[in-house]
């Protein structure tokens, strides 16, 4: 253990014992801790999917926790309203606190992936996905997007969030690449502590966790973004030192600032599975870093550490996992665990202290003491969820992430101009906002699903309305009549998560050659273009580059697609009104195969370095001919093997 600590070098509990809240907060733990049967304890230690399990279930077997997974929602309906979101929040809550006459039961924690606002609601604010924020640069916009975050999770009754993540992203054909907010640990950890402030509050100051303030949740411990080729739930094969200085940085600024929890990952290092990995989650996590909050698993993880189920989830258990987060069958886990504590497989104070974890946690969060989820400050306030201040925000962070690559002379737009938006990005919000909205993996929404949002099109036709200019929407490009004076082209990738945004290599048009084909068409007729590319990745787009006038990464902008024509067109007195402040927080690649490529490499020659990004003070600013020479061409984008197999247990 002193061993770890020295290589670790060790660090406090964020916050301090002696503190007069954390002796009360031990008080209640104690006190609860000594009226559960090993039952009651074993409950507390599992947290169902609200489709799997009801309020009742969760007061008969005194679950621990709740969570909606993504793309789920009360009794399935993916636009419930805010009342059905708390109504189903009361319910849980009354039925874990039901305990005989004295209501004295544990109360029940719900936690979502408010990932990019709180994006599995109907009508909520999205926000750039963390990409885009990480191409911002700017910790004081993450502690208020965090904030905006919390009041709508808050207001829907729920009392945790899955955020932020905190990967270190060093292969862009991971699908998770845009949930990172960079290849860089500096940018990670600056904005680690913002993030986790922002939603959770000041560590020991007395708003801490007070209202309108939720969970947050590290993850996923640690160095995910470190796998073999980008393979979402790969294996890491880095050194500890690497792990320590690239990948830990974010999670100890987060510990820091009091994070009360903690994901497991679903990759493994050096062969053995972050879950089963006590050395880890017990010795480092627990141990040197000083966290003593809770550990979660991720969505069955557990069950990853071995073939037999009982006996992987009490090896998960043993090795520090506090609260198994399941995808389906709880009622099968519960007993699995219930049996190997009886066993003493899992010995008693391990499932003490694990239970004591999640008591803390929820004392901390001060459930003991709060009414039900819909009297509470800030709950149940309407115009919470989507509030104009949010969206308003939500704009303001898609103008800065904005990153522009090349400009040859055509933007800034005069707003008497006559502009053609093309491209199946233009009007489709369910693009802009990528996976982890409304559904897990972002698709099959469309603009209807967005009552509150803005496509990138609906942003251009606000901005030229009433000063003399049109925009007209042709996604396939097509025109009669005169031409436009420049044509706006708005492609990308399709919404995607996890282990099914992983790719093979980085060449964009070997999916989608459409866009490109549209670029040169209107090349040939003169008009002038403009690329708006959505990605969740740096991606290999020379022939696109080539072919358009100017080229803005805009990532996934999430609902306010209004903040792009706000950046690309002049303001009334003719001067550029918000000028480009984005800057790669990911290196850009030269080719197809350029990946991994992080600043710092020895040999690090990517097309656009690390921190690029031009302004409108740069002025002209055009890329030579590049080259178009497809690296990738006949590998297949995806690996059917890997999204077909078993690494994604549904
Ligand atoms: C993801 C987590 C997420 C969880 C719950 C998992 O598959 O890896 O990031 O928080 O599901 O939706
Ligand atoms: C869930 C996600 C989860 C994923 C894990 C999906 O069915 O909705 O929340 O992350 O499974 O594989």
């Given at each position: 253990m002193r061993e770890i600590a020295s290589r670790w070098q060790a660090d406090a509990s964020a916050l301090d014992p002696a503190l007069p809240s954390e002796r009360k907060v031990a008080r209640i733990v104690e006190r609860h801790l000594r009226s559960l049967s090993v039952e009651k304890k074993v409950g507390q230690m599992i947290q169902a999917e609200i489709a799997n399990a009801t309020p009742m279930d969760a007061a008969e077997f005194a679950l621990g926790s709740v969570l909606n997974g993504g793309g789920s929602s009360p009794a399935g309906d993916k636009r419930a309203s805010v009342d059905d979101w708390l109504a189903l929040a009361d319910a849980y809550h009354d039925a874990s606190r039901r305990r005989g006459a004295s209501r004295d039961g544990v109360p029940i924690l719900w936690g979502t992936d408010a990932v990019h606002g709180h994006s599995n609601v109907y009508g909520a604010t999205v926000f750039p996905h963390n990409i885009g924020l990480g191409a911002a640069r700017d910790s004081d916009l993450m502690c208020c997007i965090a904030a905006a975050t919390a009041r709508e999770v808050v207001a829907t009754g729920i009392d945790w969030t899955f955020a932020p993540t905190l990967a270190v992203v060093r292969d862009d054909r991971w699908g998770r690449t845009y949930e990172g907010y960079s290849e860089h640990p500096e940018l990670v950890v600056e904005y680690a502590q913002r993030v986790v402030t922002g939603l959770q509050g000041v560590a020991g100051d007395p708003g801490f966790l007070g209202p309108g303030r939720v969970l947050a949740t590290a993850k996923h411990f640690l160095g995910e973004g470190h796998t073999t080729d980008g393979h979402d739930q790969g294996d890491v094969a880095c050194s500890e030192e690497t792990l320590r200085d690239l990948h830990a940085g974010g999670h100890r600024a987060a510990i820091a600032a009091g994070v009360q929890t903690v994901m497991a990952g679903f990759h493994s290092w050096h062969g053995t599975k972050v879950h089963g990995h006590e050395y880890l989650l017990t010795g480092v996590l627990k141990g040197a870093l000083g966290f003593d909050g809770l550990v979660v698993s991720d969505w069955d993880g557990y069950l990853q550490v071995a073939e037999d189920r009982r006996e992987a989830c009490a090896m998960s258990v043993n090795a520090g996992v506090d609260l198994l987060m399941v995808g389906v069958d709880w009622r099968q886990t519960y007993d699995d665990l219930l049996q190997q504590a009886v066993a003493g497989v899992?010995?008693?104070?391990?499932?003490?202290?694990?239970?004591?974890?999640?008591?803390?946690?929820?004392?901390?969060?001060?459930?003991?003491?709060?009414?039900?989820?819909?009297?509470?400050?800030?709950?149940?306030?309407?115009?919470?969820?989507?509030?104009?201040?949010?969206?308003?925000?939500?704009?303001?962070?898609?103008?800065?992430?904005?990153?522009?690559?090349?400009?040859?002379?055509?933007?800034?737009?005069?707003?008497?101009?006559?502009?053609?938006?093309?491209?199946?990005?233009?009007?489709?919000?369910?693009?802009?906002?990528?996976?982890?909205?409304?559904?897990w993996q972002g698709t099959g929404n469309d603009n209807d699903d967005f009552p509150n949002g803005m496509s990138i099109f609906e942003g251009f036709a606000q901005a030229v309305a009433g000063k003399g200019g049109t925009a007209t929407l042709s996604p396939s490009g097509e025109f009669t009549g005169p031409a436009p004076d420049v044509a706006i082209v708005v492609f990308g990738e399709n919404p995607y998560a996890e282990g099914d945004g992983d790719r093979r290599h980085l060449s964009f048009s070997a999916h989608d050659s459409e866009p490109l084909a549209i670029l040169r068409k209107f090349k040939e007729r003169g008009?002038?273009?403009?690329?708006?590319?959505?990605?969740?990745?740096?991606?290999?787009?020379?022939?696109?580059?080539?072919?358009?006038?100017?080229?803005?990464?805009?990532?996934?902008?999430?609902?306010?697609?209004?903040?792009?024509?706000?950046?690309?067109?002049?303001?009334?007195?003719?001067?550029?009104?918000?000028?480009?402040?984005?800057?790669?927080?990911?290196?850009?690649?030269?080719?197809?195969?350029?990946?991994?490529?992080?600043?710092?490499?020895?040999?690090?020659?990517?097309?656009?370095?690390?921190?690029?990004?031009?302004?409108?003070?740069?002025?002209?600013?055009?890329?030579?001919?590049?080259?178009?020479?497809?690296?990738?061409?006949?590998?297949?984008?995806?690996?059917?093997?890997?999204?077909?197999?078993?690494?994604?247990?549904?």
């Open positions: 899992v010995p008693m104070s391990r499932i003490d202290d694990a239970v004591r974890r999640i008591l803390r946690v929820k004392a901390r969060a001060g459930l003991f003491s709060s009414p039900r989820p819909s009297q509470r400050l800030c709950a149940g306030d309407r115009t919470a969820v989507g509030h104009p201040a949010h969206r308003e925000l939500a704009r303001r962070a898609v103008r800065e992430s904005l990153v522009l690559l090349k400009n040859g002379g055509v933007l800034p737009l005069r707003r008497d101009a006559n502009v053609l938006l093309a491209g199946d990005g233009a009007d489709n919000i369910g693009k802009q906002c990528g996976g982890w909205t409304l559904t008009v002038p273009t403009v690329s708006v590319f959505l990605a969740g990745r740096p991606m290999w787009v020379n022939p696109e580059l080539n072919a358009s006038d100017a080229f803005v990464v805009a990532w996934l902008p999430g609902t306010e697609g209004g903040g792009v024509a706000d950046v690309l067109f002049r303001g009334p007195g003719g001067e550029p009104q918000h000028d480009f402040r984005g800057r790669l927080s990911y290196s850009w690649p030269r080719h197809a195969l350029h990946t991994p490529l992080n600043v710092g490499d020895i040999d690090y020659s990517p097309l656009f370095p690390y921190g690029f990004g031009l302004s409108y003070r740069d002025g002209r600013r055009d890329t030579s001919r590049l080259d178009e020479a497809d690296a990738a061409a006949g590998i297949p984008a995806v690996d059917e093997h890997r999204v077909s197999g078993w690494t994604y247990p549904r």
